[in-house]
């Protein structure tokens, strides 16, 4: 019996040229015997020279037969002319070693606010945000979902509220550099902002798409604390490493993603002043602490910093207390705010009542193709600043043209709930012929404020088309009347949240 290296074993050359042997680079035994004849008589520069056994296999398909072909060219036996070093994964390992312990409820780390034992004991319906588990509602007996986040909705409107915000993304920026890294980093200008205010911001990828959204607070006169959605913390403190150790190397700047270091609260609705002035140890009258300021001190016996600002359009405080007192602090709000009618609320009763402000939620209203122009803020976009991330790819044709889809509000003809990712049907058929879309809802839900079904959507010319009737297709095939409207649902004037 004779070894076999090459086949068919014993056809003329001439039939042999395009034998293969490494599948994965393509090396063919003419490659082999070519690097013996210019000199690579050694194993590892014929390797390295042609490429054998250096795809994701390391050779097992491959190696034996190109060392006997090599072997063969020079003249010798195999030992002599030696073999390669054979790396990982040479021997097959099981998909089981790959992944490891992330499998089952342990194939991702769950992140948990300081607060969340005391939401389980209390009944809470947990979702997933992100990495988070955040409660959804609180159902008490007998209740549906729907129905305790209706309650939750409307007794933070007439009464208080509290919501645990610890999710939120909190990243700081310190440096002598951070005002001009964030004036590349946010749409609008952020190294003007006075030290003990807030501002509104928003951030754009390289192409122009709105990637993210928060409140920027300034520290003091090189720290600023930025705000991001619960979700995008990471992702977003991983951008700006990425800028800086990539692009601004030499710009003096240093940022740390905090959030797990505080947990947050959210005190909402008209008798949120009065709940911090039962706990006592800071003036957070509207002179002392007015909308989009913050403040540092002691509250109820905790070092805390406060923030006035709101995402329901309620009278509403965000306080910030390390993570280790986040929970006695949630408790002690509760037993202050008992006469006062607190109660926790979840994310969708949050939905709800930032859909009824038509404030905007990244990956609610943006999906990677939407620019902050689709959804009426060009006030958030700096007309004086040279340059920023995302301004040039915004000058392209198609995120300039006037038929792009814009942000409105619907507001249902009968009253009822326009289904989730519903399309609004235009006239006509596209060419696969389906019924032609001019646009989609964005959210959608039952307001129990306003007693009827609303929405948020991006409709194209939507702003001028204001109290024109749509339809919107359903699941079932059927449609949904809804009139056209501006976003903002409740207290348009904003005076609630300015009390």
Same mark, same amino acid.
């Given at each position: 019996?004779?070894?076999?290296?090459?086949?068919?074993?014993?056809?003329?050359?001439?039939?042999?040229?395009?034998?293969?042997?490494?599948?994965?680079?393509?090396?063919?035994?003419?490659?082999?015997?070519?690097?013996?004849?210019?000199?690579?008589?050694?194993?590892?520069?014929?390797?390295?020279?042609?490429?054998?056994?250096?795809?994701?296999?390391?050779?097992?398909?491959?190696?034996?037969?190109?060392?006997?072909?090599?072997?063969?060219?020079?003249?010798?036996?195999?030992?002599?002319?030696?073999?390669?070093?054979?790396?990982?994964?040479?021997?097959?390992?099981?998909?089981?070693?790959?992944?490891?312990?992330?499998?089952?409820?342990?194939?991702?780390?769950?992140?948990?606010?300081?607060?969340?034992?005391?939401?389980?004991?209390?009944?809470?319906?947990?979702?997933?945000?992100?990495?988070?588990?955040?409660?959804?509602?609180?159902?008490?007996?007998?209740?549906?979902?729907?129905?305790?986040?209706?309650?939750?909705?409307?007794?933070?409107?007439?009464?208080?509220?509290?919501?645990?915000?610890?999710?939120?993304?909190?990243?700081?920026?310190?440096?002598?550099?951070?005002?001009?890294?964030?004036?590349?980093?946010?749409?609008?200008?952020?190294?003007?902002?006075?030290?003990?205010?807030?501002?509104?911001?928003?951030?754009?990828?390289?192409?122009?798409?709105?990637?993210?959204?928060?409140?920027?607070?300034?520290?003091?006169?090189?720290?600023?604390?930025?705000?991001?959605?619960?979700?995008?913390?990471?992702?977003?403190?991983?951008?700006?490493?990425?800028?800086?150790?990539?692009?601004?190397?030499?710009?003096?700047?240093?940022?740390?993603?905090?959030?797990?270091?505080?947990?947050?609260?959210?005190?909402?609705?008209?008798?949120?002043?009065?709940?911090?002035?039962?706990?006592?140890?800071?003036?957070?009258? /509207?002179?002392?602490?007015?909308?989009?300021?913050?403040?540092?001190?002691?509250?109820?016996?905790?070092?805390?910093?406060?923030?006035?600002?709101?995402?329901?359009?309620?009278?509403?405080?965000?306080?910030?207390?390390?993570?280790?007192?986040?929970?006695?602090?949630?408790?002690?709000?509760?037993?202050?705010?008992?006469?006062?009618?607190?109660?926790?609320?979840?994310?969708?009763?949050?939905?709800?009542?930032?859909?009824?402000?038509?404030?905007?939620?990244?990956?609610?209203?943006?999906?990677?193709?939407?620019?902050?122009?689709?959804?009426?803020?060009?006030?958030?976009?700096?007309?004086?600043?040279?340059?920023?991330?995302?301004?040039?790819?915004?000058?392209?044709?198609?995120?300039?043209?006037?038929?792009?889809?814009?942000?409105?509000?619907?507001?249902?003809?009968?009253?009822?709930?326009?289904?989730?990712?519903?399309?609004?049907?235009?006239?006509?058929?596209?060419?696969?012929?389906?019924?032609?879309?001019?646009?989609?809802?964005?959210?959608?839900?039952?307001?129990?404020?306003? /007693?009827?079904?609303?929405?948020?959507?991006?409709?194209?010319?939507?702003?001028?088309?204001?109290?024109?009737?749509?339809?919107?297709?359903?699941?079932?095939?059927?449609?949904?009347?809804?009139?056209?409207?501006?976003?903002?649902?409740?207290?348009?004037?904003?005076?609630?949240?300015?009390?």
């Amino acid at each position: 019996m004779e070894p076999a290296w090459m086949m068919p074993q014993g056809a003329p050359v001439a039939l042999r040229s395009k034998m293969w042997l490494d599948y994965q680079n393509d090396v063919k035994v003419s490659d082999v015997q070519l690097a013996a004849r210019e000199g690579y008589q050694s194993v590892e520069h014929a390797k390295r020279y042609t490429t054998l056994g250096m795809a994701t296999d390391q050779g097992k398909l491959s190696n034996i037969n190109g060392l006997a072909i090599l072997s063969e060219s020079l003249g010798e036996a195999i030992p002599a002319v030696g073999t390669t070093t054979f790396r990982p994964p040479y021997t097959p390992v099981t998909l089981g070693a790959l992944a490891g312990e992330a499998r089952g409820e342990i194939f991702q780390p769950l992140r948990k606010t300081p607060m969340h034992h005391w939401h389980e004991a209390n009944g809470a319906y947990f979702e997933p945000v992100g990495l988070w588990r955040r409660p959804y509602c609180f159902p008490r007996a007998g209740e549906t979902h729907e129905q305790a986040v209706h309650r939750e909705v409307l007794n933070t409107r007439d009464r208080l509220g509290l919501l645990d915000a610890s999710t939120l993304g909190k990243i700081v920026v310190k440096g002598p550099d951070a005002g001009r890294f964030l004036d590349m980093l946010y749409t609008g200008v952020m190294s003007s902002l006075p030290v003990g205010k807030c501002r509104y911001g928003l951030m754009c990828n390289e192409q122009g798409f709105l990637s993210d959204d928060g409140v920027v607070a300034r520290i003091d006169e090189e720290t600023w604390l930025c705000h991001t959605t619960s979700g995008g913390a990471d992702r977003i403190h991983a951008w700006m490493e990425d800028w800086l150790q990539c692009e601004w190397w030499d710009w003096q700047v240093y940022t740390a993603n905090v959030t797990e270091q505080y947990a947050q609260i959210a005190v909402v609705g008209p008798n949120a002043r009065k709940l911090l002035q039962v706990l006592g140890g800071m003036d957070v009258s /509207k002179e002392a602490l007015p909308f989009m300021q913050w403040a540092d001190g002691t509250l109820g016996g905790f070092a805390a910093r406060i923030y006035r600002i709101s995402f329901s359009g309620e009278l509403s405080y965000e306080i910030a207390v390390p993570a280790s007192h986040g929970a006695a602090f949630w408790e002690a709000c509760h037993e202050a705010g008992a006469a006062l009618g607190a109660m926790p609320y979840g994310t969708e009763a949050l939905h709800v009542m930032r859909a009824e402000k038509g404030f905007i939620m990244i990956g609610d209203e943006t999906d990677g193709t939407v620019i902050p122009q689709d959804l009426g803020l060009d006030w958030a976009i700096s007309k004086k600043k040279a340059d920023y991330l995302g301004k040039r790819g915004r000058a392209r044709t198609y995120l300039a043209s006037p038929d792009r889809w814009k942000l409105v509000g619907f507001e249902t003809v009968d009253g009822s709930v326009i289904p989730d990712g519903a399309y609004i049907l235009a006239e006509g058929t596209n060419a696969n012929g389906q019924r032609a879309v001019q646009g989609r809802v964005t959210s959608t839900y039952y307001s129990p404020t306003l /007693k009827r079904g609303i929405a948020m959507g991006l409709l194209r010319h939507g702003p001028d088309r204001m109290g024109e009737v749509v339809e919107c297709n359903t699941v079932a095939g059927g449609v949904v009347r809804a009139q056209v409207s501006a976003p903002v649902f409740y207290d348009k004037d904003g005076e609630k949240q300015n009390v």
